[in-house]
């Protein structure tokens, strides 16, 4: 018995061992692309009267992204670091503690002071009731389809 790899055999054994390579390559694209236009979704709409309405901007701006590649997947993260943001996103109901600070009193008894008072305010605990408002997971809920198609479409892209 003799086994004998001609040249056109030669090079689909090489093709096919490049297809791993071709196919994360092109994995870390299309995954580049859906991070960044999710990301683009939350701060853009989510975060921006849709869901919640902006006070500062700390949450909308600490909306980040990343791609990275681990042994046998190329995983794309959408998220926020932000302490408050979970109490948003799954909502929160019990206690919290507000730390000591210094308050500006522009307004006392009803009547405009003549120039602003900083006042100093101790800790104290109050009660918290935040319905669920979720920016991160409904989001991705309405991106399932179009991501998978993506991812998909990127594969068969790969191996062409």
Do not use: C
């Amino acid at each position: 018995m003799r086994l004998v790899v001609s040249v056109r055999q030669e090079a689909l054994v090489a093709m096919l061992r490049g297809y791993p390579d071709r196919l994360v390559n092109r994995l870390v694209v299309v995954m580049n692309r859906l991070t960044l236009e999710i990301q683009s979704q939350v701060k853009g709409f989510k975060l921006s009267g849709q869901v919640l309405h902006t006070q500062t901007g700390t949450l909308r701006r600490s909306i980040n992204r990343e791609v990275r590649v681990v042994p046998g997947m190329v995983e794309g993260t959408v998220g926020t670091n932000v302490e408050y943001a979970g109490a948003h996103e799954f909502g929160f109901s019990g206690r919290v503690t507000v730390r000591a600070h210094i308050r500006t009193i522009k307004l006392a008894f009803g009547r405009q002071l003549k120039s602003p008072i900083e006042v100093s305010v101790g800790s104290f605990s109050r009660s918290a009731n935040l319905p669920e408002r979720s920016f991160l997971r409904s989001t991705l809920t309405e991106w399932n389809d179009r991501a998978v198609a993506a991812i998909q479409q990127g594969a068969v892209e790969a191996l062409k």
